[in-house]
């Protein structure tokens, strides 16, 4: 009943910056998290930032300071700013959802972040 479409992924050069976006559609009003997991080959999903209704934030320790996660005004669509971005957040990035009546999470198809130089 939630579907989920994350973009935003591509190639950048150490120290750059990419833009990430999440759009929810189908039955967003009983969404109550939204979060960024990303996953390396041959490792576990870790999850990266995550933002309630209320707009309450959290981040990994890797990634504080350097990454943003914010909502739009109709709270069906979030955004990760990744500044400084570094060798090891090579990874490919799934926008994730939790239905707060259900507790059944969902998952968008991932976008993949590489960066190189």
């Known amino acids: 009943q939630v579907q989920l479409v994350d973009s935003g992924g591509g190639l950048v050069q150490p120290g750059g910056s990419l833009r990430l976006s999440c759009a929810a559609s189908?039955?967003?009003?009983?969404?109550?998290?939204m979060d960024w997991y990303r996953q390396a080959p041959g490792k576990q999903r870790e999850l990266v930032a995550a933002?309630?209704?209320?707009?309450?934030?959290n981040y990994a320790d890797s990634v504080k300071g350097r990454f943003t996660i914010s909502r739009d005004d109709a709270k069906n669509t979030i955004h990760l700013q990744m500044n400084s971005l570094k060798p090891e957040d090579t990874a490919v990035y799934y926008c994730?959802?939790?239905?707060?009546?259900?507790?059944?999470?969902?998952w968008g198809q991932g976008t993949q972040v590489t960066v190189s130089s």
């Open positions: 994730h959802a939790q239905d707060y009546i259900s507790l059944r999470g969902y």
């Open positions: 189908g039955s967003t009003f009983r969404i109550n998290a």
């Open positions: 933002v309630t209704r209320a707009g309450n934030t």
